[in-house]
């Protein structure tokens, strides 16, 4: 007999129309210096970007969230930012921003900017103030402390990019705090006068108009404030990241952090229709407090959960159960699939796999964030020791962490550099494969990556139930990952092989005789399914029952 969906299902009835922009729609990250470049300088920019837009709209994305644009020295590629109110030249200028958004405005998309409240750069004016004397008005717009005894760092904190968390400052006779880097002096939060400044830069952007904004290491933003060292990590081994080498939690998750991401919404509400959005690496059940009391929080806690997971279907169907399971009454759900931080998804678990990720991160309930390229198919590019520019690949050499393979120029053509740049020399370079991996390429391909993503969106826009619809896994075995998305009386099943064996499943009740919607083979629309469907390796669908009700 078919089997029974199995626990747990999660329903909060909705219809399209009840939910905010941010929570119908998909979000498509951009890495300014690698979408495309304008002006022939090997880096991308802000009128290279109003030169794609139109792609963006063909591929059915909602919003554009930019990597950080603003004024920097660029130790950390705009990160470390010295003005938080302008545009750096490399990218354009401000009549370049207003076009840009006013462009996307005009062609229905959403644009969110990157803002970085956690640092800023050491050349930022505050710092230069702060660092100017112990007794300038700025000083404690930053976290400073008197050295240990035996006069070094004040205690065991250490920076996500290798070394002591702490810089001496010879002038002062302190040393200053850096979660990041040296160059990136951490900001106090604790000090109202740079909470107030902080709020003003983003009422600054909301007054131009953005959408909202996705909000750089936000679970970073308060430490603890009796300095106390962090404890040993009991699991960290060498040749592991550095950092990890003790637990943070006096400089990462403190309590009173809740409190400064309510006070970001509070300004975020001001304006009506916008989002928040934060960046957290943390586990699911700490995770989910960045929503806030009362949903006071963020709008969308990142889910970082399908980067970080082993691509097993067994571990992945806990871990979406866990995290629906986790989720407070009305919080919206999130699930992203590549970033800039991270290796991208085709490098992580094959090409043939990311067809069956595109699926998988399409079809969950919740917001999907696309990372530029990976619906071509993008694989980490090999960078040779004399092309690495990311400082954390500098700084902690040979684990594996460089973020440079991830961030290469997107892939436009099988024409010089990719069409992304009519430049010598790009900033970090193409993919060998980009005459097979590109977007006209592609286009012209039905079985492409590109055309399976075009599919895959707009399959999405056409149906409430995989937008608003409650999320029923299936009992499912081996490699196979199973699901129902179900509105009303609208049910549609999703099935995926996440492994390289074909995988034959009984249908559940009220699939056993239906059709396929589409599969990541690009060959099975419309084919008929009776009692099983039986799956290829790395192949997955999506079946309507056979009424279509």
């Not at 495309?36 to 802000?46: A, F, I, M, P």
């Not at 968390?165 to 002062?172: Q, S």
């Not at 699926?359 to 004399?386: A, Q, S």
């Amino acid at each position: 007999s078919a089997p029974s969906p199995s626990p747990p299902m999660v329903e909060r009835p909705a219809t399209v129309d009840d939910l905010p922009w941010w929570a119908r729609g998909i979000i498509y990250q951009i890495y300014p210096r690698s979408f495309q470049d304008s002006d022939g300088d090997g880096v991308g920019d802000l009128p290279g970007i109003l030169s794609r837009l139109d792609y963006l709209v063909e591929l059915g994305v909602d919003a554009v969230w930019l990597s950080p644009i603003y004024p920097s020295p660029m130790a950390d590629f705009g990160y470390d930012v010295s003005d938080y109110t302008d545009i750096h030249p490399m990218f354009g200028n401000m009549a370049d921003f207003d076009c840009l958004l006013a462009a996307a405005h005009e062609r229905g998309l959403k644009l969110i900017l990157d803002f970085v409240p956690n640092h800023t750069s050491e050349e930022h004016p505050w710092f230069q103030e702060a660092r100017s004397s112990r007794d300038n008005p700025k000083r404690d717009w930053y976290i400073w402390h008197d050295p240990a005894p035996d006069g070094g760092p004040p205690n065991n904190w250490l920076s996500e990019f290798g070394g002591s968390a702490w810089e001496w400052d010879e002038a002062t006779g302190q040393y200053y705090y850096h979660a990041f880097l040296k160059q990136q002096p951490d900001l106090n939060w604790r000090n109202p006068e740079v909470v107030r400044a902080m709020h003003d830069v983003l009422r600054f952007w909301l007054d131009r108009g953005v959408d909202g904004f996705r909000v750089d290491v936000i679970w970073h933003l308060i430490v603890d404030d009796r300095f106390r060292d962090n404890p040993p990590n009991l699991d960290w081994r060498p040749g592991m990241h550095p950092h990890g080498r003790f637990k943070p939690i006096y400089t990462a998750d403190r309590p009173e952090v809740h409190d400064v991401v309510a006070g970001i919404r509070r300004v975020i509400d001001e304006y009506g229709d916008r989002v928040l959005i934060g960046e957290i690496y943390l586990p699911i059940e700490r995770l989910v407090a960045y929503y806030g009391t009362d949903l006071s929080g963020a709008h969308m806690p990142f889910n970082f959960q399908l980067i970080d997971a082993p691509w097993d279907a067994r571990h992945i169907a806990r871990l979406i159960e866990e995290y629906e399971a986790a989720l407070p009454e009305g919080g919206w759900p999130n699930w992203v699939l590549g970033n800039h931080d991270k290796h991208r998804i085709a490098s992580r678990i094959g090409r043939a796999q990311a067809r069956v990720a595109a699926m998988l991160l399409l079809t969950l309930r919740g917001t999907p964030t696309m990372y530029y390229g990976d619906e071509l198919g993008m694989t980490d590019v090999p960078i040779p020791p004399e092309r690495v520019v990311d400082p954390l690949e500098k700084n902690v050499p040979g684990i594996g962490i460089g973020r440079d393979p991830a961030r290469t120029p997107m892939q436009w053509s099988a024409g010089r550099n990719a069409g992304f740049s009519t430049a010598e020399r790009t900033w970090l370079p193409l993919a060998d494969n980009h005459a097979v991996f590109n977007v006209e390429t592609e286009s012209a391909d039905p079985s492409s990556m590109l055309s399976l993503y075009r599919r895959l969106i707009a399959l999405r826009r056409s149906e409430p139930a995989l937008i608003a619809g409650s999320y029923v896994a299936v009992a499912a075995e081996d490699d196979a990952l199973a699901y129902i998305r179900q509105l009303g009386d609208r049910r549609l099943l999703v099935v995926l092989d996440l492994g390289s064996r074909p995988y034959g499943l009984p249908l559940p009740n009220g699939f056993e005789r239906g059709r396929i919607l589409l599969s990541t083979h690009a060959d099975r629309t419309g084919e008929p399914v009776d009692g099983e469907i039986v799956l290829r390796a790395d192949e997955g669908v999506i079946i309507e029952p056979a009424s279509g009700a």
